[in-house]
């Protein structure tokens, strides 16, 4: 379990003092896929790179199995870190190794046997798929297999943890989607646990179970993805979820409505039966809605007619169903 | 037209003794100034405030010891430090105290030059093997050395080069090899074809360190292959 508690950091430049965090406090579950979504400059690397200290917090603890690691002598630190793999955008493999002396280098840093080393090392080449590419190097591999390889090293010393550093960011669609397939594979087969830095909605929503919104330097909010998803509380998650070029602007009155799809009902044809039922033209102004663990979720913007008692029709119909909505403005 | 100078010059051996001399000083002042120039580069990069570990202080004062011997003309420097070569090897003339000369000239150059290559290394890579718990010691030989290896081999060619080049200057105080040659028995005896021959000769030895070093980057630095 890795706490977070109270973390602050800043920078300090010559005129000025920059506050890249503030007053974080998080904790992640063993076993868990955490996601950390924010636009860029948000902090969210920062705060990556807190977890195992690359960065120093100014203030605040973070606190691994119950081992305070801000506290913790230089020695200690490298070891604790060896037990939290880490994968990066650039990849950062080693451009004058190979795959496999590549991926033998934590082992060599946390003093394994060369025997062993190379065993294991092949193994978890093997493991991500490039069985047949040991003895090529970085240069001659194309992205995807590059960040295969860094999970492969990051793997090595068998890490209870993963941080992920918008690891496919540099990535097509394609390649984004094997990369998150492998971390899930990770996840349920390794036990790992593992946290995801992302600005990438898609990321979220396909592997993560918990994600925390960061804006602007302060978490804008935490918890389970689907209750995120559907009914994101701060501005910030409503722009990442619904991206501001889509919003419906130019509708005008107090006519719309905004359904949210929470899992539950999306097994029946809501809005087709609400037409049927209530005998009330709706005009779908936006919708967007995805399919989360086998549910939908999302949400739907409807133009509801002016006629009064239509629209009251519209209304109890979605209360009796138990459908959640809010008004828009 | 070849003159009976160089007749006389080659029959006698001298020219093939200056070369032989001229090659025998860089090569040793190339790498005793590495000797030197290689954990000053290091402890310069290292020590840097964007370095893996700062010491400010310490990068500082030499840097500007670096920078002094760097801002003397190899000329000068070479004729003041022709004391501490008597005090080194027992002698101010030939081959030996001339190395001792190239090598403190040659060293602040060299420093700098495995400073700027050190530099070169990719700075996520560094960040990635410190998130697997590498300690600086370690960072140093097992990933900025073997990451700059292709900067390092060019940057020495290029010393190399530099420190032929102050060889035969050292010629002029009577160093030996080919710039003495072409002093003594070119420039001071009206020979302009002994000084050409000398000309013609540390062009070859320049173009055989360029060409090897280039294949030796080129072999082992696997980015490009």
Same mark, same amino acid.
């Given at each position: 379990?890795?706490?977070?508690?109270?973390?602050?950091?800043?920078?300090?430049?010559?005129?000025?003092? %920059?506050?890249?965090?503030?007053?974080?406090?998080?904790?992640?579950?063993?076993?868990?896929?955490?996601?950390? %979504?924010?636009?860029?400059?948000?902090?969210?690397?920062?705060?990556?790179?807190?977890?195992?200290?690359?960065?120093?917090?100014?203030?605040?603890?973070?606190?691994?199995?119950?081992?305070?690691?801000?506290?913790?002598?230089?020695?200690?630190?490298?070891?604790?870190?060896?037990?939290?793999?880490?994968?990066?955008?650039?990849?950062?493999?080693?451009?004058?190794?190979? %795959?496999?002396?590549?991926?033998?280098?934590?082992? =060599?840093?946390?003093? &394994?046997?060369?025997?062993?080393?190379?065993?294991?090392?092949?193994?978890?080449? =093997?493991?991500?798929?490039?069985?047949?590419?040991?003895?090529? &190097?970085?240069?001659?591999?194309?992205?995807?297999?590059?960040?295969?390889?860094? %999970?492969?090293?990051?793997?090595?010393?068998?890490?209870?943890?993963?941080?992920?550093?918008?690891?496919?960011?540099?990535?097509?669609?394609?390649?984004?989607?094997?990369?998150?397939?492998?971390?899930?594979?990770?996840?349920?087969?390794?036990?790992?646990?593992?946290?995801?830095?992302?600005?990438?909605?898609?990321?979220?929503?396909?592997?993560?179970?918990?994600?925390?919104?960061?804006?602007?330097?302060?978490?804008? =909010?935490?918890?389970?993805?689907?209750?995120?998803?559907?009914?994101?509380?701060?501005?910030?998650?409503?722009?990442?979820?619904?991206?501001?070029?889509?919003?419906?602007?130019?509708?005008?009155?107090?006519?719309?409505?905004?359904?949210?799809?929470?899992?539950?009902?999306?097994?029946?044809?809501?809005?087709?039966?609400?037409?049927?039922?209530?005998?009330?033209?709706?005009?779908?102004?936006?919708?967007?809605?995805?399919?989360?663990?086998?549910?939908? &979720?999302?949400?739907?913007?409807?133009?509801?007619?002016?006629?009064?008692?239509?629209?009251?029709?519209?209304?109890?119909?979605?209360?009796?169903?138990?459908?959640?909505?809010?008004?828009?403005? | 037209?070849?003159?009976?100078?160089?007749?006389?010059?080659?029959?006698?051996?001298?020219?093939?003794?200056?070369?032989?001399?001229?090659?025998?000083?860089?090569?040793?002042?190339?790498?005793?100034? #590495?000797?030197?120039?290689?954990?000053?580069?290091?402890?310069?990069?290292?020590?840097?405030?964007?370095?893996?570990?700062?010491?400010?202080?310490?990068?500082?004062? /030499?840097?500007?010891?670096?920078?002094?011997?760097?801002?003397?003309?190899?000329?000068?420097?070479?004729?003041?430090?022709?004391?501490?070569?008597?005090?080194?090897?027992?002698?101010?003339?030939?081959?030996?105290?001339?190395?001792?000369?190239?090598?403190?000239?040659?060293?602040? #150059?060299?420093?700098?030059?495995?400073?700027?290559?050190?530099?070169?290394?990719?700075?996520?890579?560094?960040?990635?093997?410190?998130?697997?718990?590498?300690?600086?010691?370690? /960072?140093? #030989?097992?990933? /900025?050395?073997?990451?700059?290896?292709?900067? /390092?081999?060019?940057?020495?060619?290029?010393?190399?080069?530099?420190?032929?080049?102050?060889?035969?200057?050292?010629?002029?105080?009577?160093?030996?090899?080919?710039?003495?040659?072409?002093?003594?028995?070119?420039?001071?005896?009206?020979?302009?074809?002994?000084?050409?021959?000398?000309?013609?000769?540390?062009?070859?030895?320049?173009?055989?360190?360029?060409?090897?070093?280039?294949?030796?980057?080129?072999?082992?630095?696997?980015?490009?292959?």
């Amino acid at each position: 379990m890795i706490e977070i508690k109270n973390l602050n950091k800043s920078f300090k430049t010559a005129n000025e003092t %920059i506050f890249a965090l503030r007053d974080i406090n998080l904790t992640i579950q063993d076993g868990e896929i955490f996601g950390i %979504i924010g636009l860029s400059g948000a902090g969210k690397s920062t705060l990556v790179r807190c977890i195992n200290l690359l960065e120093r917090p100014t203030s605040g603890e973070v606190i691994l199995d119950g081992r305070s690691l801000t506290e913790l002598p230089q020695k200690e630190l490298l070891q604790v870190r060896q037990s939290i793999g880490m994968i990066f955008q650039g990849f950062n493999l080693l451009t004058q190794r190979n %795959i496999l002396q590549n991926v033998c280098y934590p082992m =060599e840093i946390a003093g &394994y046997k060369k025997h062993d080393a190379v065993r294991r090392a092949v193994e978890l080449i =093997e493991l991500v798929g490039l069985a047949d590419r040991q003895k090529s &190097y970085p240069s001659q591999l194309s992205g995807g297999q590059k960040q295969r390889v860094a %999970i492969a090293r990051a793997l090595a010393t068998s890490p209870r943890y993963l941080l992920c550093d918008e690891a496919t960011s540099a990535l097509d669609p394609n390649t984004t989607q094997s990369i998150l397939d492998l971390l899930k594979e990770i996840n349920q087969k390794m036990a790992v646990t593992i946290i995801v830095i992302t600005h990438e909605m898609k990321v979220i929503d396909q592997i993560c179970d918990r994600v925390a919104v960061i804006d602007n330097s302060r978490i804008a =909010e935490s918890g389970y993805v689907s209750d995120v998803f559907t009914n994101p509380q701060s501005e910030i998650a409503r722009d990442l979820i619904l991206p501001k070029a889509n919003t419906t602007e130019s509708m005008t009155g107090e006519r719309r409505l905004r359904i949210i799809f929470d899992g539950e009902a999306s097994s029946k044809p809501v809005i087709a039966n609400l037409i049927l039922e209530c005998q009330v033209p709706v005009n779908i102004m936006f919708a967007d809605t995805r399919d989360i663990d086998g549910k939908a &979720y999302g949400q739907m913007i409807l133009q509801l007619p002016d006629d009064m008692r239509q629209q009251e029709r519209v209304l109890s119909y979605l209360k009796a169903n138990k459908i959640t909505f809010t008004k828009e403005a | 037209m070849i003159s009976e100078m160089f007749q006389k010059l080659w029959d006698n051996g001298i020219i093939q003794m200056g070369v032989w001399e001229t090659v025998y000083m860089t090569v040793l002042a190339t790498l005793f100034s #590495y000797g030197i120039g290689m954990p000053l580069g290091l402890i310069l990069s290292v020590t840097d405030k964007d370095g893996i570990h700062p010491i400010p202080v310490l990068n500082r004062i /030499l840097g500007i010891i670096v920078n002094i011997f760097r801002s003397i003309p190899f000329i000068i420097l070479m004729v003041a430090m022709l004391p501490v070569a008597k005090f080194i090897v027992g002698t101010s003339l030939g081959n030996q105290a001339m190395i001792v000369t190239l090598v403190i000239a040659a060293a602040p #150059y060299v420093a700098r030059m495995v400073e700027s290559s050190i530099k070169e290394v990719d700075a996520g890579v560094i960040e990635a093997a410190k998130a697997m718990g590498t300690s600086s010691f370690k /960072l140093v #030989y097992k990933v /900025l050395i073997p990451e700059a290896k292709p900067a /390092l081999i060019i940057g020495s060619v290029i010393s190399m080069v530099t420190i032929l080049g102050y060889s035969a200057m050292a010629g002029t105080i009577g160093g030996g090899g080919l710039g003495q040659i072409a002093i003594t028995y070119g420039y001071q005896r009206y020979n302009n074809d002994i000084i050409w021959i000398c000309i013609i000769l540390t062009i070859l030895i320049v173009q055989i360190i360029q060409e090897a070093g280039t294949r030796i980057t080129h072999t082992t630095d696997k980015r490009i292959n």
